[in-house]
């Protein structure tokens, strides 16, 4: 096989709360599960689609896909803070070959990432992110106006169809989901100071990027105590999503819009489309099979907690 994919929910929360002991031993176990999948698997190059969290992509200007061509960790939530190994050649190959199918993708020389899209390769490769060559993919996520989940679908497809045939083993990698409504502060309701973090936010002091990681640890702990004003997991939604995942017909996915998800699943739902992105990836391969899945919904960690992994038919 020259084709798989992990894709992961991600949490800043994984170091800064504590759901109960079964509970994190579930977690572990289904980390353990994808370490050994990547490990065997033993890809050339990783495909990351991740989100962000106005950390590295902000209102000034806000495209819906970005390829980096560099990229570097912004070390949010004591993640990975420095440099990923990007071939950058490949990277604008694949840019063009994007382009080439009619999907209008921006470009980076000097992408910044954050938590959102490095923790999976903290976790798959222990901490080591610079393990495998890799292409980060920025996937719009939290940011309205948001484009239709079509047009990820087919975004994921013109990225896919670059490694078709290829004699490359790539993993495709989706960062994200499933339902949960995380204190990130919203275009249309924000407060002058918010709105101008969200707009041009970059380089915070060290104080404004630990108050901002408190509050949402704070925001975590009381929503696991049954305090917190935010929406609630929807494990009858997540579940439905990851039917569609292994059902192999990405096109399931177009029938998703960006109200009935928020409404249903919380603002940051929309995390899921970097699951559509790689599904689609994978699937412009080859019919794929979905060889595991862990799915839990987690209050501590603000997230219906999913992990899968999938790989080419024969």
Same mark, same amino acid.
């Given at each position: 096989?020259?084709?798989?994919?992990?894709?992961?929910?991600?949490?800043?929360?994984?170091?800064?709360? !504590?759901?109960?002991?079964?509970?994190?031993?579930?977690?572990?176990?289904?980390?353990?599960?994808?370490?050994?999948?990547?490990? %065997?698997? %033993?890809?050339?190059?990783? $495909?990351?689609?991740?989100?962000?969290?106005?950390?590295?992509?902000?209102?000034?200007?806000?495209?819906?896909?970005?390829?980096?061509?560099?990229?570097?960790?912004?070390? !949010?939530?004591?993640?990975?803070?420095?440099?990923?190994?990007?071939?950058?050649?490949?990277?604008?190959?694949?840019?063009?070959?994007?382009?080439?199918?009619?999907?209008?993708?921006?470009?980076?020389?000097?992408?910044?990432?954050?938590?959102? /899209?490095?923790?999976?390769?903290? &976790? +798959?490769?222990?901490?080591?992110?610079?393990?495998?060559? $890799?292409?980060?993919?920025?996937?719009?996520? $939290?940011? *309205?106006?948001?484009?239709?989940?079509?047009?990820?679908?087919?975004?994921?497809?013109?990225?896919?169809?670059?490694?078709?045939?290829?004699?490359?083993? $790539?993993?495709f990698i989706g960062s994200g989901g499933l339902s949960h409504d995380p204190p990130v502060p919203r275009i249309e309701t924000a407060?002058?100071?918010? *709105?101008?973090?969200? &707009?041009?936010?970059?380089?915070?002091?060290?104080? /404004?990027?630990?108050?901002?990681?408190?509050?949402?640890?704070?925001?975590?702990?009381?929503?696991?105590?049954?305090? /917190?004003?935010?929406?609630? +997991?929807?494990?009858?939604?997540?579940?439905?999503? +990851?039917?569609?995942?292994?059902?192999?017909r990405v096109e399931g996915f177009d029938t998703y819009t960006v109200d009935e998800m928020a409404a249903a699943a919380g603002h940051?739902?929309?995390?899921?489309?970097?699951?559509?992105?790689?599904?689609?990836?994978?699937?412009?391969?080859?019919?794929?099979?979905? !060889?595991?899945?862990?799915?839990?919904?987690?209050?501590?960690? &603000?997230?219906?907690?999913?992990?899968?992994?999938?790989?080419?038919?024969?």
């Amino acid at each position: 096989m020259t084709q798989a994919l992990v894709c992961m929910s991600h949490s800043p929360l994984l170091h800064h709360t !504590d759901p109960p002991a079964e509970t994190k031993a579930a977690v572990e176990a289904a980390f353990a599960q994808a370490r050994a999948f990547v490990q %065997d698997f %033993d890809p050339d190059l990783v $495909v990351n689609f991740g989100p962000d969290h106005y950390n590295g992509f902000f209102y000034d200007l806000m495209p819906p896909f970005c390829i980096g061509f560099t990229a570097r960790g912004i070390g !949010d939530y004591d993640s990975f803070a420095g440099t990923l190994d990007v071939p950058g050649d490949l990277a604008e190959e694949l840019a063009q070959h994007v382009m080439d199918r009619d999907i209008d993708v921006a470009i980076s020389r000097r992408m910044h990432v954050d938590h959102g /899209a490095v923790q999976p390769m903290e &976790i +798959l490769y222990r901490g080591d992110v610079a393990a495998k060559p $890799v292409v980060p993919v920025f996937v719009n996520s $939290v940011a *309205r106006p948001l484009v239709k989940m079509s047009r990820i679908r087919e975004f994921g497809r013109a990225v896919g169809s670059y490694f078709q045939g290829s004699d490359k083993r $790539v993993l495709f990698i989706g960062s994200g989901g499933l339902s949960h409504d995380p204190p990130v502060p919203r275009i249309e309701t924000a407060t002058d100071v918010q *709105r101008e973090m969200l &707009i041009d936010g970059r380089n915070p002091t060290p104080q /404004a990027r630990t108050a901002r990681e408190e509050r949402t640890i704070s925001t975590a702990l009381r929503f696991a105590a049954g305090q /917190a004003d935010i929406l609630d +997991l929807n494990p009858e939604w997540d579940r439905s999503f +990851l039917d569609v995942c292994r059902s192999g017909r990405v096109e399931g996915f177009d029938t998703y819009t960006v109200d009935e998800m928020a409404a249903a699943a919380g603002h940051s739902v929309h995390e899921v489309r970097t699951w559509v992105a790689a599904y689609s990836a994978l699937r412009a391969c080859g019919e794929y099979t979905v !060889d595991y899945e862990f799915y839990r919904p987690i209050r501590e960690y &603000i997230a219906g907690f999913a992990l899968t992994t999938a790989t080419l038919r024969p």
